[in-house]
């Protein structure tokens, strides 16, 4: 009887040891989510005023940041920095208003990653005074890479306290 008990102890022992291993292992993992939790979300202006139009390609840089998670975002530069590889959401909305209608104006930006163009806006007015777009992707990012948003000539983009002009991303999941 007591041979048996010894058996079962030991077997319960093994166990045990074997569920705080995997309790360590999901401990870390869970630990590494959080550290490469990356998310940010700013706008142009937090008051009524226009960025352009310029007689050549514009870095745009957005003061107003609603988060800035990981803080990967730079309020200096308009860049964000890839910190963590893996799949990121990348939102862009471009607004523009004329003041009045039949003044031409075109809002448009482009997403670049690496200064190369994944994704671009255009609005020309033609009977409103107000010109939008917004466009969402699902980009594979790699460490360091560098996301922004460039103003092409002639375009320009107006915002105020109601923040018409934003640029977000956070990443959906790590890939390395």
């Not at 630990?31 to 979300?41: K, P």
């Not at 530069?77 to 031409?104: E, N």
């Amino acid at each position: 009887m007591v041979k048996e008990l010894n058996v079962l102890e030991n077997h319960f022992n093994g166990k045990l040891e074997a569920l705080d291993r995997e309790y360590q292992r999901t401990k870390q993992s869970v630990m590494a989510i959080e550290a490469s939790r990356t998310a940010f979300s700013v706008s142009l202006f937090n008051q009524q005023k226009c960025f352009g139009p310029f007689r050549s390609n514009t870095n745009v840089i957005y003061e107003h940041v609603f988060i800035n998670l990981g803080n990967a975002y730079s309020t200096t530069t308009g860049i964000f920095t890839v910190m963590y590889a893996g799949v990121y959401s990348i939102a862009l909305t471009v607004y523009s208003d004329a003041g009045a209608t039949g003044i031409p104006l075109i809002a448009c930006a482009t997403l670049q990653v690496n200064g190369a163009a994944v994704a671009s806006i255009t609005d020309v007015n033609t009977n409103d005074q107000e010109d939008s777009g917004t466009t969402v992707l699902a980009l594979q990012l790699n460490f360091g890479d560098q996301v922004s948003v460039n103003l092409p000539p002639n375009c320009y983009l107006c915002d105020d306290q109601d923040h018409y002009n934003t640029f977000s991303a956070f990443l959906l999941y790590p890939t390395a």
